[in-house]
């Protein structure tokens, strides 16, 4: 099936000014872009695939350019690229075998191998272009592509009897087609009238397995272990022998056989050997930068430079003189997230995971990003983080000198932003304590600020697992009535602590007016049932508090709020919100049947909520769904969405999702108490300009008015948070033409009131 994806306008913003961030209601993917897959040679640029990321570098000026899911593209995870110069083709097959053409015209989706009912591997492993025909070696056979058609021709499964077999590789030599098999090669003549009948199939065994397979000089070449082997007269023939050493790739050209390879018990990078028809060495390059098992590889011919796609350290670009130099976009190292934080415009980022309670082993560290820049905290950078791993929050001072994270097995992280010094606290230095039963490990869950300054963690299943470390810098450890399985919390503004549990509902604990004085302590322990909390569930998975001082509640049988926050230890229970369907009016429980992975609230106090199922976007009283959106109706990489961060100074939301990061572009920003810089943008408006306006550094909720020069009212709107937004119409729906617009805007009692201007060329 053919599906023709036009690029969306983010295409202009992400890809050519990135630097001036996303217009509201746009997207962008943050892909790691260091893991090469493959790359493929386009003539003037290079493409760069990476599991869930794309981009190509211009040979010339060695530019950038992005391509995602914001941008157009169908879906994630990369398994192969290849070039198909006839058409000025990208053809990009994805690890689901869906696939997409990159044309000059736009994307198109071929999906029909997707959505095939095929038992077992649908891997596309390998893709060869021969004329206008591309050969897709797949985990159930062969597929005949038409590039010029756009269409699959035709399918061969040349296993056994004709059944499904696993083809890796594919080569074409003179009018052959030749398929690599577990079992050996097999090949036919391109001319057989019925390729689909495994009986037109021959089958050549090989010396050893064949990991890779080429044609070159009139020849067919096979990759097997340390040597290469080329198939002549019914024989095979040893051309290459490097004994004992590991050759990670067997590419040609026109001109040159390629190989890649790691000698043997080296931890050296791999070196790249280019060999001529008569096999000497035409040029040895030492590949310092490439260390990952099987970097891919291409030659640009006119200027004797090969290109290097490395798993573990990106595109690298190896010249005349042997010298490597790396071309890879900035961006964020990881694709994994598990909580985020703003403060200034920065966003932190926990770069580990953890799924349940399970280690997961993740070295990502941390991450920031400010001024359009991502900027990488991880054992490379930092030697205190090689053996911290699993960092799953994250919380900044209020002062803003210092960002804290918890790892969940291997302490409390702090990094000072002055001078850029990490601190690990564990149990030997702090009053963290090793988890009960996993004495190695020193859980810290969560981490978070009160009103005092005082940093809050929750240190899961330990003896006293409510841990503080006081602004003065020292430490104080609280016993948790009926359970230590502490995960989640929240310090609200009374500074009382809402904290999650595993399975055993929510504890809400206050240290009273003084942390050290204990005897004026509370806990509240809320679970099921009217009187004792009227939880959904005691299964708690996310928490948050609202504007207005309401605490929100995700279970894994939907949400709850607890309205008066000021009386949770008075017997305040919590509510469940009822909500109609309008689909079918009936009505139900809000997000009864999802369970909730995060909950956060905007500038405007209207709620975020992720599950399995995709991201919501709720009214402040949680009534009315604005958004829902899914891997299928948008962007979203995955539909299994594990954290929601929001900068609250743009508008960005950002998702963390099995499949890595994207985000948003809301229309709600965090008002202040008086305007403060208010500007519109774009301003001025651009010719033919389809978006939305936006007027931000607006008092709280301010009630706006735009009219023309002469007075009369075009618009009126009111605030969401610290931003208004104008669809660039009039009250009656019509465009507004060229001139200039008076912004007015207003609190409610008239104290905070600001006037600015937005010149608009329609």
Not at 643 to 648: F, S
Request: glycine share 8%.
């Amino acid at each position: 099936m053919k599906k023709i994806l036009l690029l969306f306008f983010t295409v202009f913003c992400f890809q050519k000014s990135f630097s001036q961030g996303i217009p509201i209601g746009g997207w962008r993917i943050f892909a790691a872009l260091e893991d090469v897959v493959a790359i493929a040679d386009a003539g003037d640029k290079i493409y760069c695939a990476s599991h869930i990321g794309l981009f190509s570098v211009d040979k010339t000026d060695h530019s950038f350019q992005q391509y995602s899911k914001a941008t157009g593209m169908s879906d994630v995870g990369i398994s192969t690229i290849a070039w198909h110069e006839n058409t000025k083709t990208l053809l990009v097959a994805y690890i689901n075998s869906n696939i997409d053409l990159l044309t000059p015209n736009g994307v198109v989706n071929i999906n029909d191998i997707q959505q095939k009912s095929i038992l077992g591997d649908k891997t596309i492993y390998q893709i060869v272009m021969d004329g206008n025909t591309a050969y897709l070696a797949c985990g159930f056979g062969v597929i005949n592509f038409d590039m010029v058609g756009q269409q699959i021709n035709d399918t061969y499964f040349i296993g056994d009897n004709g059944a499904t077999s696993a083809v890796t590789s594919v080569a074409i030599l003179n009018h052959q087609i030749w398929a690599q098999m577990a079992t050996g090669l097999k090949y036919a003549n391109l001319n057989s009238p019925l390729l689909s009948d495994f009986q037109y199939w021959n089958f050549v065994p090989t010396p050893k397995k064949s990991l890779a397979l080429v044609a070159f000089n009139n020849n067919i070449y096979s990759l097997q272990n340390d040597s290469v082997m080329r198939y002549a007269g019914g024989v095979w023939q040893l051309v290459i022998h490097h004994q004992g050493d590991s050759i990670l790739r067997l590419k040609a050209n026109a001109n040159h056989l390629i190989i890649s390879e790691r000698k043997k018990n080296s931890t050296d990078s791999s070196q790249l050997f280019a060999y001529n028809k008569n096999f000497s060495v035409a040029q040895q390059v030492y590949m310092g930068n490439v260390i990952g098992t099987n970097p891919d590889l291409v030659e640009d011919i006119a200027d004797k430079a090969f290109w290097a796609g490395d798993i573990y350290g990106g595109l690298f670009l190896f010249s005349k003189n042997n010298s490597g130099e790396k071309l890879v976009p900035n961006a964020n190292h990881y694709n994994s997230a598990s909580a985020f934080a703003e403060k200034n415009n920065t966003v932190w980022v926990a770069g580990g995971l953890i799924i349940g309670t399970n280690y997961t082993y993740n070295p990502s560290g941390f991450y920031s990003f400010a001024n359009e820049q991502w900027y990488e905290h991880d054992r490379f950078t930092y030697p205190a983080l090689d053996s911290v791993l699993d960092i799953v929050s994250v919380a900044i001072s209020p002062d803003n000198t210092q960002v804290y994270f918890a790892s969940f097995g291997w302490g409390l992280v702090q990094y000072t932003l002055a001078n850029n010094q990490v601190q690990v606290y564990k149990n030997h230095n702090s009053a963290l304590q090793a988890a009960n039963g996993d004495g190695t490990k020193v859980r810290v869950a969560d981490v978070n600020f009160d009103s005092q300054g005082n940093l809050w963690m929750t240190n899961n299943i330990a003896t006293k697992p409510i841990v503080v470390k006081k602004a003065d810098g020292t430490w104080k450890s609280f016993a948790s009535p009926q359970t230590n399985t502490l995960m989640k919390l929240i310090v609200d503004k009374n500074d009382q602590k809402w904290i999650t549990t595993i399975q055993q509902g929510l504890v809400v604990y206050s240290s009273g007016a003084d942390i050290d004085n204990t005897s004026d302590d509370q806990y509240r322990v809320l679970t099921k049932g009217i009187g004792y909390g009227n939880l959904p569930s005691t299964n708690v998975t996310a928490i948050a508090e609202d504007k207005n001082g309401q605490i929100w509640i995700g279970t894994d049988a939907g949400v709850a709020v607890v309205y008066d926050e000021t009386q949770i230890f008075s017997g305040e229970d919590a509510q469940q919100i009822i909500v109609t369907n309008p689909t079918d009016s009936i009505a139900n429980y809000l997000f009864a049947a999802e369970t909730v992975t995060d909950i956060k609230v905007d500038g405007a106090n209207r709620k975020w909520v992720s599950s399995s199922h995709g991201v919501w976007l709720m009214s402040a009283d949680g009534i009315t769904q604005i958004y829902h959106f899914t891997k299928d109706n948008s962007p979203l990489l995955s539909n299994i969405v594990y954290a929601i961060g929001i900068n609250n100074s743009t508008g960005e939301v950002f998702f963390s999702t099995d499949a890595g990061m994207c985000s948003f572009k809301s229309d709600a920003t965090t008002g202040g108490d008086t305007n403060s810089g208010v500007y519109a943008y774009p301003n001025p408006v651009p010719h033919n300009y389809g978006g939305t306006v936006a007027i931000k550094g607006l008092v709280n909720n301010a009630s706006v008015k735009i009219t023309d020069i002469n007075g009369q009212l075009i618009y009126s709107t009111k605030a969401l948070g610290g931003q208004a937004v104008w669809n660039g119409q009039t009250l009656q729906g019509t465009k507004t033409a060229s001139g200039v617009y008076l912004v007015f805007a207003t609190n409610d009692t008239g104290t905070e009131t600001v006037v600015t201007k937005i010149l608009y060329d329609k």
